[in-house]
């Protein structure tokens, strides 16, 4: 069997899909690459990594011969935050990295491409409830743009060149190994952290803001199950909606004060609340569900007491 790379492997989602897959093909075969945040000890210690710019096409090149390389996990991404602040970096690293990536998978006929889309590919437009797999995508954040763009250009190259590439529509990703960097849900992150260190967090949406979202055992699940499902099952590539649960803000505050009564919090709006407002609040996911047995096993319940039980113990070391 050829060689697993994941780009984005500090981040918050690479960071422990990287752990998961070295369990699941062994160390040696998943190569974790960053590209300028040093990994843990761990991660280091664990397996092979490797610095990678992912606009220097060259190295990247080597880099898939280097370690024989088939399957590719493209996790490297500028989050719709970072991506209002600095729309020509999220369009380079978004747009343009990921063309490298395609045009890599063809010239080294990768087996797979996994590239990850986003809720960010819906718009004002779109139906807010129960969003369809197939509706409007009319996004208003560069990094909305860039996630639709990718989703069209992976459908494009399976259609037109064979090669085979997938992606889901990740919603808000909970989780307490790395934090999350530069994204709109982010809160949903931070407020576990603050509620546990001080028990008081200043939230940058309103109270009633409700969006997607999904506890990181579940992502990491949904994007390996889709990356082994026989190609012959799919009718869609690139683009599956993806959800484990909605709730509000307020919704998410009240689940952690059932485990920490004292917790209270404050809500001040910023500009991030007019991305939370142009997304969905809960997404239609029976595609994942029919095409290759998506089901989350974590509600906010069962979520806020696992964070808790886990953070707890790391914010006090
Ligand atoms: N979590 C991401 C963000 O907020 C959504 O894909 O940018």
């Known amino acids: 069997m050829k060689n697993i790379l994941v780009t984005g492997a500090v981040g918050q989602i690479g960071s422990e899909l990287v752990e998961k897959l070295r369990e699941k093909y062994g160390n040696n075969s998943v190569i974790a690459a960053g590209h300028k945040t040093q990994p843990t000890e761990g991660m280091r210690k664990a397996g092979p990594f490797e610095f990678v710019n992912i606009l220097d096409k060259e190295a990247l090149e080597k880099f898939i011969v280097k370690y024989n390389i088939g399957t590719f ?11 209002e602040q600095k729309p020509q970096l999220a369009f380079q690293v978004n747009i343009l990295g990921l063309y490298n990536v395609l045009e890599i998978g063809l010239k080294y006929k990768l087996e797979k491409i996994i590239i990850p889309s986003s809720i960010a590919v819906f718009g004002p ?8 797999n197939e509706t409007i995508l009319l996004p208003t954040t560069m990094y909305g743009i860039t996630k639709v763009t990718g989703e069209l250009l992976g459908n ?6 064979g090669l085979d590439v997938r992606g889901l529509r990740l919603p808000g990703i909970i989780s307490y190994k790395t934090l999350p960097g530069g994204g709109t849900t982010d809160y949903a992150v931070e407020i576990y952290y603050e509620a546990i260190k001080h028990k ?11 969006l997607p979202m999904m506890y990181m055992p579940d992502c990491v699940k949904a994007i390996i199950d889709l990356a082994d499902v026989p190609l012959s099952k799919l009718k869609h590539h690139t683009d599956f909606n993806v959800t484990a ?4 803000a307020g919704e998410l505050a009240d689940s952690i004060k059932e485990i920490i009564p004292e917790f209270t919090c404050e809500y001040k709006p910023d500009f991030r609340q007019a ?12 595609a994942a569900r029919e095409e290759w047995g998506w089901k989350p096993e974590y509600d906010l319940p069962k979520m806020t ?13």
């Open 275 to 286: 991305i939370a407002d142009s997304w969905p609040k809960s997404l239609d996911d029976s």
């Open 125 to 132: 437009e779109t139906p807010r409830d129960n969003t369809p």
């Open 245 to 248: 649960m909605s709730f509000s």
């Open 156 to 161: 494009y190259y399976f259609r037109r060149f």
């Open 200 to 210: 008081k967090y200043t939230c940058f949406v309103r109270e009633n803001t409700v």
């Open 73 to 83: 996990y493209h996790m490297s991404s500028i989050l719709s935050a970072v991506g």
């Open 305 to 317: 007491k696992d964070m808790i039980e886990k953070l707890s113990p790391k914010l006090k070391a």
